[in-house]
């Protein structure tokens, strides 16, 4: 006979751990107790010692589908004479370690429950158990009890407590646990806020039918919901929204409705049916793409599958496929609140499905490419947040603090790297006060007091100017990080790589150390440094910002500078002057704007209503070609390190080409895709040159270019095909969301050599 004492961290709380761990402990014949503690879980177990043996074994083979085992370790302890297993109260410690579980989907068991009429929670729209429902929307603090979560409004009837206190119920220490006699409930509003008689599912069911709006509050925000098969309807939505062309994502029954516009491959089934459900951007069937074109202008449309029992209600017996897009005002953060919303959506929305749980934490849907069989994320949200990404040791507690589009925070603890959810460009006081209030929340959450702050190097962004005042405030030191290097850090770090490595950092902006607008980037280097090998031909960008929004500048710039007609653009005689005058014309490098200007000289798009629309479009313009442009390079000394060379591509005979191709007669799509095709070869020949000088072969792609499908398609394959290894993003975004990870491991880098260089 032994007794040992087991620690184990992780998540492993609110996912059935407990009852897991008493049936194999009852297997093994084994007495002791377990508790929740600030760090995970402790278990002390007696028994047979070959049994405690395989007990170790089974556990982490064994656990519950949604437990996350980081860590196990394991002592002998005195004996205890226990006679049985019990669950003791929740420990808190001084020091917090606790993982927390993301929000997960309905699970098949709480389904077959939710549809069957003998069940006692027959049709009820909060059925949740151990393996599903909300976490971290109604999570107040930890240890994961129900008196810290939002569902300490609603006390639980006998037979939900009974279940709550039945460890072998699914529902055992389910803390969101309820039914329709204790749990929240719905209403229905209409479109004055005025309460309407009736099942509020069918209600927001008849509105929607008649072509109406209607705001759904879900788990983590609400959704402003519409027929998609109805152009006018979605036309009507976008005008009250004010949002013109940007692509709407919809809700789908099931696979089949999916199906029937979309291409689904099996890893694409898989991840939209999973417990994460997150919106994939599928691929439209040829035949299905005209009418899809009020939904989504490009190739893609974003499907999401029903992921709340709310969701599956409102689908049965009505709808195949639904507009599902965040309720938010333009810039603002999604709204989560029932008075905010009615509120701020009057004359938005023409009804409201409202429920009285409160939603602690806003959390918008993920928004994922699938590539490899794995998620590719353009954004990283609900269902993933908060589950940490794990990290080589960190030097110190840190706070990285992002950028400004696409803002997110990253909070660093030991091994641990907390990526905040979505939470929208940092150009207003609303998302700014929605991003202060997140970072509190997860510093609270997971126990961390920063030592130091990270932050981009531009001095405009609300991101830099928080992370300034807060460490002069604090007196703790801040480090400034090139939005490049931390780009290129991030995919280092969600790959585990130390260094050094190639970086292809490909984007739109970023602030440099030479004080100019970088943007199509190879570097080379680690977390503790990097240098600049390559990079494109600057582009005046005439208007400075008005030239993001206004491809046609771009294509001006470019057609000038190569010795070609610029009759055919708006403005020209105007644009010619301001160039020539060199007044507000920055230089930039951002292979974005190289995009945006192809696409304008295509006659693709000339304007853009939302980010990265004109090369989205040329993207979706492209055909199936091997056809290249001219890839010229030449070398010029690095403006930020005189005494270095910088290996230029110089797009002027590209342009010039593509012009001449163009007056020939070669079709738009063949000519969009010789362009993607001159990029990959740039991109290949850029990255092999400085393998050859370095002798690195680690070559990591980073940063809101990469989220071009048909390069990610191409230019790993043809870089591997080269001798490189080649490393995507895989569990953070590619794009500013998931820089904050790498703004982070640097921090840590330079953190370490300081105390290195003082001691």
Not at 344 to 359: E, P, S, T
Not at 431 to 439: A, D, G, K, R, S
Not at 653 to 676: C, K, N, T, W, Y
Request: charged fraction near 25%; hydrophobic fraction near 40%.
């Amino acid at each position: 006979m032994r007794t040992i004492e087991i620690k184990i961290k992780g998540i492993v709380q609110g996912v059935g751990f407990r009852p897991f761990m008493h049936r194999l402990v009852r297997r093994h014949g084994l007495k002791g107790n377990i508790r929740n503690t600030s760090s995970g879980v402790t278990v002390e177990l007696e028994g047979d010692g070959e049994e405690l043996r395989r007990f170790l074994e089974e556990l982490p083979r064994e656990a519950p589908p949604l437990a996350v085992i980081e860590d196990i370790s394991w002592r002998g302890i005195p004996a205890r004479g226990f006679t049985d297993f019990t669950i003791i109260q929740s420990e808190r410690q001084a020091e917090r370690n606790t993982l927390i579980s993301p929000d997960i989907a309905i699970c098949p068991d709480c389904l077959r429950e939710l549809l069957d009429p003998k069940d006692r929670r027959y049709r009820y729209p909060f059925i949740n158990c151990t393996n599903c429902g909300p976490r971290l929307t109604i999570i107040e603090d930890v240890p994961y009890d129900r008196p810290k979560t939002s569902m300490k409004a609603f006390p639980m009837c006998p037979d939900c407590d009974r279940e709550y206190h039945d460890i072998e119920n699914r529902r055992y220490h389910a803390q969101p646990d309820c039914c329709p006699v204790c749990g929240p409930s719905l209403n229905f509003l209409d479109a004055d806020g005025n309460p309407a008689s009736g099942d509020p599912v069918a209600l927001a069911q008849q509105a929607l039918r008649e072509g109406k709006i209607v705001a759904v509050k879900g788990l983590g925000g609400f959704h402003l919901a519409c027929r998609s098969d109805d152009p006018a309807i979605t036309r009507e939505l976008r005008r009250r929204k004010q949002r013109d062309e940007k692509p709407f994502a919809v809700m789908c029954r099931n696979l089949e409705a999916a199906r029937r516009f979309c291409r689904v491959s099996e890893d694409e089934a898989r991840i939209l049916n999973g417990a994460r459900k997150p919106i994939v951007l599928l691929e439209k069937k040829l035949d299905a793409r005209p009418e899809l074109t009020h939904l989504s202008e490009n190739n893609w449309l974003g499907v999401m599958l029903p992921y709340t029992p709310l969701h599956v209600l409102l689908f049965d017996g009505t709808f195949d496929m639904l507009v599902m897009t965040s309720a938010n005002l333009s810039d603002t953060p999604i709204l989560k609140d029932n008075e905010a919303a009615v509120e701020k959506l009057r004359g938005i929305a023409d009804g409201f499905l409202l429920h009285n749980r409160f939603i602690q934490t806003r959390c918008d849907d993920s928004l994922c490419w699938v590539l490899s069989g794995k998620e590719y994320f353009a954004r990283r949200s609900r269902g993933y947040v908060p589950q940490p990404v794990t990290v080589l040791p960190l030097h110190a507690q840190i706070l990285a603090c992002g950028a400004e589009q696409k803002a997110s925070f990253c909070l660093g603890k030991g091994e641990h790297a907390f990526l905040s959810q979505h939470i929208g460009d940092l150009k207003n006081l609303e998302t700014l006060e929605h991003y202060e209030l997140q970072v509190r929340y997860f510093e609270r959450l997971f126990d961390v007091h920063p030592k130091a702050l990270a932050c981009d190097l531009h001095p405009d962004y609300l991101s830099t100017a928080y992370a300034s005042e807060r460490a002069e405030k604090e007196s703790i030191p801040l480090l400034q990080v090139q939005h490049h290097h931390a780009h290129m850090a991030a995919c280092m770090a969600d790959n585990g790589l130390t260094g050094p490595c190639i970086g292809l950092v490909w984007d739109g902006t970023g602030l440099g150390t030479d004080g100019t607008v970088w943007g199509a980037e190879c570097l080379i280097g680690d977390y503790s440094g990097f240098s600049r090998f390559g990079s494109i031909r600057p582009i005046p960008l005439i208007g400075g910002d008005r030239a993001v929004k206004e491809a046609a500048r771009v294509a001006f710039s470019l057609l000038k500078e190569a010795g070609c007609s610029t009759e055919s653009l708006p403005n020209a005689p105007l644009l010619e002057k301001q160039l020539s005058a060199g007044f507000n014309c920055p230089l930039s490098s951002g292979m974005g704007r190289l995009f945006d200007g192809v696409s304008a000289i295509l006659g693709i798009r000339e304007t853009c209503s939302y980010e990265g629309q004109a090369a989205i479009l040329l993207e979706a313009a492209a055909g199936e070609s091997d056809a290249c442009l001219p890839v010229i390079f030449c070398e010029e000394p690095a403006p930020e390190a005189p005494h270095t060379k910088l290996l230029r591509f110089d797009w002027r005979p590209m342009i010039r080409e593509l012009i001449r191709q163009r007056d020939s007669g070669v079709p738009v799509p063949l000519l969009a895709s010789m362009f993607m095709n001159t990029m990959v070869e740039m991109a290949v020949e850029i990255a092999v040159a400085a393998s050859k000088e370095t002798g690195i072969r680690q070559t990591v792609l980073s940063g809101g270019s990469f989220q071009n499908i048909y390069f990610m398609q191409r230019l790993p394959q043809r870089l591997r095909a080269a001798g490189l290894e080649v490393f995507c993003h895989r569990r953070v975004s590619c794009n500013d969301e998931g820089l904050s990870l790498g703004q982070l491991k640097i921090a840590s880098a330079r953190l370490k050599n300081d105390r290195s260089e003082r001691f």
